[in-house]
C-alpha cells in the first residue's frame, strides 16, 4: 500500500476542507515547504499537492508556489487543481511534476484530454470526484448527471491509466473510505483505482488493499497522526 500525503492549499497555505465546502476550511501543519519537508523526512514516496484555487476558478493560480515545491521535491509530485489547458499541464511538468491530475476538464473537454494523453500518456492522472454517485466538477461545487462508474469506463476506453477517486462526502471527516464505492469501480475498470477520501486509520489502508487497491491519498489522518508514512504495509 502507497500511502500519499496530500498538501492542500488555498492563497498559499496548507488547509484541509470538510465534505468539499470551501466554507469549512481548515489550516493545518506548517507552511508548505515546511510541510514538503516534513513529509519526505517521515517517508513519503509521492506527495500529493492540489491547488484549490485552481480548481475552484480554473486557472493554476498557485503555479509559483508549486514550482519551488517541486524543486524543493527529493520525491515524485502529484498536482491537480485549475489544469484546464495544454498549456498549463507543460507548464507544470516543466515545474517538474511528475504527475497531472485533471478533473472538470476531462469531463468538460474531451478534446483536451486526449491531447494530454496523446503528448503525455504516462503523466496523466483522472479524478474522479463523487457526490451521491454523480461527479463533481469545479472544485466540487458542480454536481452533474454522469454516474461515477459510467464516468471510469469512458476513461478507461480513451486510455487512461490511472484513476483517482473521491467520495466527497467523505472528504476530511475521518469516517472511513466509500469502500462499496471504490470496490465498484475497481471491479467496473481495469487500470489503476487510487482511493482518496475518508481515511481515519491503517485499518482503513488494510481495508482498502483487501479489496484491491493498492494506493491511497491520506490529508487529515496524517496531520492528526493517525496515519503514520513510515514503512509499506
Not at 513519503?44 to 480554473?58: E, F, M, Q, S, T
Amino acid at each position: 500500500m502507497l500511502v500519499i500525503p496530500a498538501i492542500d492549499l488555498i492563497d498559499g497555505k496548507c488547509v484541509r476542507l470538510y465534505q468539499g465546502d470551501f466554507s469549512k476550511t481548515t489550516s493545518v501543519g506548517s507552511d508548505p515547504t515546511g510541510q514538503l519537508d516534513q513529509f519526505i523526512n517521515n517517508g513519503a514516496k509521492l506527495v500529493h499537492i492540489v491547488d484549490l484555487d485552481g480548481a475552484r476558478n480554473g486557472a493554476a493560480r498557485q503555479y509559483e508556489l508549486i514550482r519551488k515545491l517541486c524543486h524543493q521535491s527529493t520525491v515524485p509530485i502529484q498536482v491537480g487543481g485549475g489544469i484546464r489547458s495544454i498549456e498549463t499541464v507543460e507548464n507544470l511538468l516543466e515545474a517538474g511534476a511528475t504527475r497531472l491530475v485533471l478533473g472538470t476538464s476531462a469531463l468538460e473537454d474531451t478534446a483536451f484530454l486526449r491531447e494530454a494523453l496523446k503528448k503525455y500518456s504516462s503523466s496523466i492522472v483522472v479524478g474522479i470526484d463523487a457526490k451521491d454517485e454523480m461527479v463533481a466538477t469545479r472544485g466540487w461545487e458542480t454536481i452533474t448527471e454522469t454516474h461515477y462508474i459510467d464516468f471510469a469506463k469512458q476513461m478507461e476506453e480513451m486510455g487512461v491509466q490511472t484513476i483517482v477517486f473521491t467520495d466527497i462526502s467523505r472528504d476530511g471527516t475521518l469516517t472511513g473510505p466509500n469502500l462499496e464505492q471504490l470496490q465498484a469501480i475497481n471491479n467496473a475498470v481495469n487500470i489503476k483505482i487510487v482511493a482518496s477520501g475518508g481515511v481515519k486509520d491503517n485499518q482503513d489502508l488494510y481495508a482498502l488493499k483487501e479489496i484491491g487497491i493498492q494506493e491511497a491519498i491520506v490529508g487529515k489522518a496524517i496531520y492528526d497522526g493517525k496515519v503514520t508514512l513510515m514503512g509499506d504495509m
